[in-house]
């Protein structure tokens, strides 16, 4: 089975260039979570969907963040424009509603905003 | 609100060692809890979880976990550890019906020969 799948892996951008990351869930999750890690702060939960409907967004900081949830098998997060303080690892995690709090973790995005 | 701490930041401990982190929680009701591993450059993988039943619970890779209501903890341990258990470990607690959780601060565990 496929697990999380993320792209892309790495990236590097210049201050006040657009951003997007991208998420393909486990096939047949249908909960999915985006979350970013920093040295300074941790894992924080930025968004959430539940049959790609947005079910708590309080995590996004500010409103260059933006997530969508087109379909049941892909999701974005678009950060524009980037900051340097945006810089940080991203992940995408995704769960089903037979065991909902059982995330699945992708690999994660490196962003670096130069 | 629903909390987690985990009070070490930084544990080294030897191979071969026992080792056990720590976890607290803050939660009005009975609580799902959680551990993930996050080994370097990876994302969490789930090592094991507590709904209900049996307060010890088994997970992956060798690890045990014992929650105690009477001191609200959720404690992970593991009798002998492996250079490849070198990494970091979060604690975390269901926070909502739609599959939020509430992630501890991590502690990050070195392995030394």
């Known amino acids: 089975d496929a697990g999380v799948i993320q792209s892309p892996r790495h990236e590097v951008t210049e201050m006040g260039q657009e951003v997007t990351l991208r998420c393909k869930p486990i096939?047949?999750?249908?909960?999915l979570f985006w979350y970013r890690q920093t040295m300074m702060r941790g894992l924080e939960l930025l968004i959430y969907f539940n049959n790609n409907v947005p079910i708590d967004d309080s995590g996004m900081p500010e409103d260059r963040f933006s997530a969508k949830m087109p379909n049941a098998s892909f999701s974005t997060l678009k950060i524009q424009p980037s900051e340097p303080r945006d810089s940080a690892v991203y992940f995408c995690?995704?769960?089903?509603?037979?065991?909902?709090?059982?995330?699945?973790f992708g690999p994660g995005t490196r962003l670096l905003v130069l | 609100a629903q909390s987690v701490t985990q009070p070490d930041i930084h544990i080294t401990v030897s191979e071969g060692a026992s080792l056990e982190l720590r976890c607290n929680y803050s939660?009005?009701?009975?609580?799902?809890l959680f551990w993930y591993v996050q080994s370097p450059g990876q994302g969490l993988q789930l090592l094991l979880k507590y709904f209900s039943g049996d307060t010890l619970v088994q997970g992956i890779k060798g690890f045990e976990a014992e929650f105690k209501r009477s001191q609200s903890s959720f404690n992970l341990r593991k009798p002998s550890v492996h250079w490849s258990d070198a990494a970091e470990y979060f604690c975390a607690v269901g926070a909502d019906s739609w599959g939020k959780l509430q992630f501890g601060a991590g502690t990050q565990v070195v392995v030394t020969p």
């Open positions: 939660y009005g009701a009975t609580p799902y």
């Open positions: 995690a995704s769960s089903f509603s037979g065991d909902q709090e059982t995330q699945y």
């Open positions: 096939s047949g999750h249908n909960s």
